[in-house]
């Protein structure tokens, strides 16, 4: 099975903040990768695909980048909606695995 | 508008089974898989398996062989979720979520979550 780790697991951050969260594969997933977002109490919202391609709807302050087994997630400008917890998860093969996610906190 | 509305919350007593339901509108049922993802209180997404609503083959993680079980009524656009032998363990938020499947694998639409809880 292919472990997907975070870093970091939590931070504190600021509205207007460039934030980056990354996410590393135990082993070669190419492009199949994906970030979510969620929200207390709320299921978890798509936010970019295959490593770089923003969901319809989605703002464009966020970008995904990476291949291989090292990926990111950056916030250009951190706004007050976007504090919640982020996870990255892999498509690549079953069974599909979560990263332990990422909680972005108001500073 | 695309839409998973999921049964209601559950309490189950441990051994016992719950069937968590699925259904969907505002697209064309068989043109996506369902996927099941479950989230224990506090703690991380954790992915369970998958339906193909158009053919009915399932592809279970490893985990959950044997005690779980992904069904689909297409007449009623609704998938299932059957897990048995139920253990404090199990006490979860049970999500569905939709995919395409086609090159890429990502779900794009979520169910409101199942909260099932499971004590003596």
């Known amino acids: 099975d292919i472990q997907m780790t975070q870093s970091p697991s939590s931070l504190s951050a600021s509205v207007g903040d460039r934030l980056t969260i990354t996410c590393r594969a135990s082993?070669?997933?190419?492009?199949?990768l994906n970030w979510y977002q969620q929200k207390p109490g709320k299921a978890p919202n798509l936010l970019i695909y295959?490593?770089?391609n923003l969901q319809s709807g989605v703002p464009s302050r966020f970008s995904g980048s990476g291949s291989g087994t090292d990926f990111t997630l950056t916030i250009s400008s951190l706004q007050p909606e976007d504090f919640a917890t982020y996870y990255c998860q892999q498509s690549y093969s079953t069974p599909y695995s979560f990263g332990q996610g990422t909680k972005v906190e108001i500073k | 508008q695309v839409q998973l509305v999921q049964s209601g919350a559950e309490v189950k007593k441990p051994g016992a089974s719950v069937k968590v339901s699925c259904q969907a509108s505002?697209?064309?049922?068989?043109?996506?898989?369902i996927h099941w993802v479950r989230q224990a209180p506090g703690h991380g997404l954790e992915w369970m398996g998958w339906?193909?609503?158009?053919?009915?083959?399932?592809n279970y993680a490893q985990k959950f062989q044997g005690r779980v079980t992904m069904t689909r009524d297409t007449s009623i656009s609704t998938a299932y979720m059957d897990l048995n032998r139920l253990s404090s363990d199990d006490t979860a938020v049970y999500y569905c979520?939709?995919?395409?499947?086609?090159?890429?694998?990502?779900?794009?639409?979520w169910g409101q979550g199942t909260l099932v809880t499971v004590s003596s």
């Open positions: 505002g697209y064309t049922f068989t043109a996506y898989y």
């Open positions: 082993q070669n997933i190419s492009s199949f």
């Open positions: 979520a939709r995919d395409l499947h086609l090159l890429w694998s990502y779900f794009d639409s």
């Open positions: 339906i193909n609503p158009n053919s009915g083959v399932t």
């Open positions: 295959a490593a770089s």
